[in-house]
């Protein structure tokens, strides 16, 4: 921590005035917007393939659903789409990035908040006083340090074995039904409603650094993360399944977690069809021969997704992304739907 940070602390609240207000699907119905949409072309008919291919993936009773989330969306405005998602049933699993469990949602679930701010700020006046700046949003460092501290607390009160971070993270959800400032977090959410939450990479985030301070006050009695083995419970999810389709958000990690569950179940002997579905909001583009892990046709000569129901959305997420989750909102498919339970998987 910087020693000289208190030196100009009094102007700190002056960057800090303006939270983030997250939008709420539920107080716009967008399904007239997506239906004009189609009749559109470009990123709008992109967009509204995308909604229809999700709310084809709700109405699907056979359908194991994924949300991937890569990026800073909830910490821009869309947190509570993620748990609306979870709580109106119209997501069975979900793989995220670390920061956007634990950095955003956890970290606001405890109270602190992420605030409006400018990309054109003086990063070095930020750094002064101790704000970590997302594009044009501020999040407060020492807030974000008492969120790493909270995942050490919680590593110190748990046995010391390997745990998943599906595993940890519902740890997590245990500890906020207690202790939470702000209710309904998606991590909270997950957890009243046996949602799973994977996060492959889990120490590329507060996790991480909370979890390093766990192992050093605790060296020969810690608790570690295991990687390999939430692969195989994912896997075990898609071989339980009749279908599935994936949401995701971003690319990277999450992206391409999920893909490899279909090669990782044929590498186990086990007959698996491709993800059905698949829809991908993304800025990524694939003339670096990657497209943040691959454009969705391209998955398909992987075997991983079947390219007969899938539509890249090559947008910022948070200017879609509502627009679609309030169409299936409003279409109400949901409301037919069965939640799917996973729990003998991990017992």
Same mark, same amino acid.
């Given at each position: ?13 002056? #960057? ?8 709420? !699907?539920?107080? #716009?119905?967008?399904?007239? !917007? ?72 956890? #970290?606001?679930? &405890? ?6 701010? +400018? ?6 006046? &930020? ?69 799973? !939450? #994977? ?11 909370? %979890? ?18 939430? %692969? ?8 339980? +399944? ?25 590498? &186990? ?24 892990? +691959? ?5 398909? +000569? ?18 879609? &992304?509502? %627009? !679609? ?23």
């Amino acid at each position: 921590m910087s020693e000289n940070k208190n030196l100009t602390h009094n102007s700190k609240k002056s #960057f800090l005035q303006n939270p983030v207000e997250h939008i709420d !699907i539920t107080s #716009f119905d967008a399904r007239k !917007i997506i239906s004009s949409m189609e009749k559109m072309s470009f990123v709008s008919r992109e967009t509204a393939n995308a909604a229809n291919i999700f709310n084809e993936m709700i109405q699907d009773k056979d359908c194991t659903i994924f949300l991937t989330l890569a990026g800073s969306t909830s910490a821009a405005g869309c947190m509570n789409i993620y748990k609306d998602l979870v709580k109106y049933n119209m997501v069975d699993a979900i793989i995220a990035t670390g920061a956007s469990i634990v950095d955003m949602d956890f #970290f606001e679930a &405890l109270g602190f908040k992420h605030y409006q701010g +400018s990309q054109f700020q003086n990063d070095t006046e &930020l750094r002064k006083n101790y704000i970590d700046r997302i594009y044009d949003t501020y999040i407060d460092e020492e807030e974000l340090q008492e969120c790493d501290q909270k995942i050490c607390e919680i590593a110190d009160t748990l046995e010391p074995r390997s745990y998943t971070s599906r595993e940890f993270i519902y740890e997590m959800g245990k500890y906020l039904k207690k202790n939470s400032k702000k209710k309904d977090s998606l991590i909270e959410t997950a957890y009243d409603n046996n949602v799973p !939450i #994977f996060c492959p990479a889990f120490t590329d985030s507060s996790a991480g650094f909370g %979890l390093v301070t766990h192992q050093e006050n605790n060296p020969k009695n810690h608790i570690t993360i295991d990687s390999i083995r939430e %692969l195989r419970e994912l896997t075990e999810i898609k071989i339980k +399944s009749k279908g599935s389709g994936l949401f995701m958000i971003g690319g990277g990690v999450p992206k391409n977690f999920v893909q490899d569950t279909v090669i990782c179940a044929e590498l &186990l002997g086990k007959e698996v069809e491709m993800h059905k579905y698949a829809v991908q909001i993304t800025v990524a583009d694939s003339r670096d021969g990657a497209c943040s892990s +691959s454009t969705l046709k391209e998955a398909s +000569s992987w075997g991983k997704v079947d390219i007969t129901k899938e539509q890249m959305v090559f947008a910022e997420a948070t200017s879609v &992304l509502p %627009l !679609i989750a309030s169409d299936a909102y409003h279409k109400g498919d949901w409301k037919n739907r069965t939640r799917k339970n996973f729990s003998k998987i991990f017992t």
